[in-house]
T-cell receptor
Framework: GENVEQHPSTLSVQEGDSAVIKCTYS??????FPWYKQELGKGPQLIID?????GEKKDQRIAVTLNKTAKHFSLHITETQPEDSAVYFC??????????FGPGTRLSVLP | EPEVTQTPSHQVTQMGQEVILRCVPI?????FYWYRQILGQKVEFLVS????????KSEIFDDQFSVERPDGSNFTLKIRSTKLEDSAMYFC???????????FGQGTRLTVV
């Protein structure tokens, strides 16, 4: 089955700096890769996603890149703000099957 | 904006008791999921449900667990005889036909004492 790894487990950046979180997956059948943001006491919220036929996707300060050959994908947050502080989860999903989540990255943006 | 709603937000139960966690998925969604998250750990898949039957389940989802869509709108997770290790946040998610985005509810915090 699919296995998703995520690094780093914790990340602290100064406000205004960029943050990068990396994930790897094992199942070459996975073709959809969402990123979720989880704030304290809340459910995961989808922030961006990418499909396997795309190499990069950007939405304002957030971007995701996918290297299907190497089976890794990354989340990039530019111009970080304190409200970006949260736990971020990557996930992978072969079509029609469940989502497999990475272990999460706790991002702290320091003012 | 449509959202997945879960009730209750927090449930405390005695070990050995049955609990039912309730979810109202986004209307016209067809795929439903339950996930759990033990405090400080990652989100783990429990079960997926489509066309009124379980489509996939994890090894966590043993005979103590069951799911039901009793009335076409609610989607429930039942734990028959709760154990201390069942204490976790339980998240419901739903996804539309042909879609890939899954939307999560706010979760139910289950505490077994």
């Amino acid at each position: 089955g699919e296995n998703v790894e995520q690094h780093p487990s914790t990340l602290s950046v100064q406000e205004g700096d960029s943050a990068v979180i990396k994930c790897t997956y094992s199942d070459s059948a996975s073709n959809y890769f969402p990123w979720y943001k989880q704030e304290l006491g809340k459910g995961p919220q989808l922030i961006i996603d990418i499909r396997s036929n795309v190499g990069e996707k950007k939405d304002q300060r957030i971007a995701v890149t996918l290297n299907k050959t190497a089976k890794h994908f990354s989340l990039h947050i530019t111009e970080t703000q304190p409200e970006d502080s949260a736990v971020y989860f990557c996930a992978a999903r072969p079509y029609g099957q469940n989502f497999v989540f990475g272990p999460g990255t706790r991002l702290s943006v320091l003012p | 904006e449509p959202e997945v709603t879960q009730t209750p937000s927090h449930q405390v139960t005695q070990m050995g008791q049955e609990v039912i966690l309730r979810c109202v998925p986004i209307s016209n969604h067809l795929y439903f999921y339950w996930y759990r998250q033990i405090l400080g750990q990652k989100v783990e898949f429990l079960v997926s449900f489509y066309n009124n039957e379980i489509s996939e389940k994890s090894e966590i989802f043993d005979d103590q667990f069951s799911v039901e869509r009793p009335d076409g709108s609610n989607f429930t997770l039942k734990i028959r005889s709760t154990k201390l290790e069942d204490s976790a946040m339980y998240f419901c998610a739903s996804m539309g036909q042909g879609g890939t985005e899954a939307f999560f509810g706010q979760g139910t915090r289950l505490t077994v004492v």
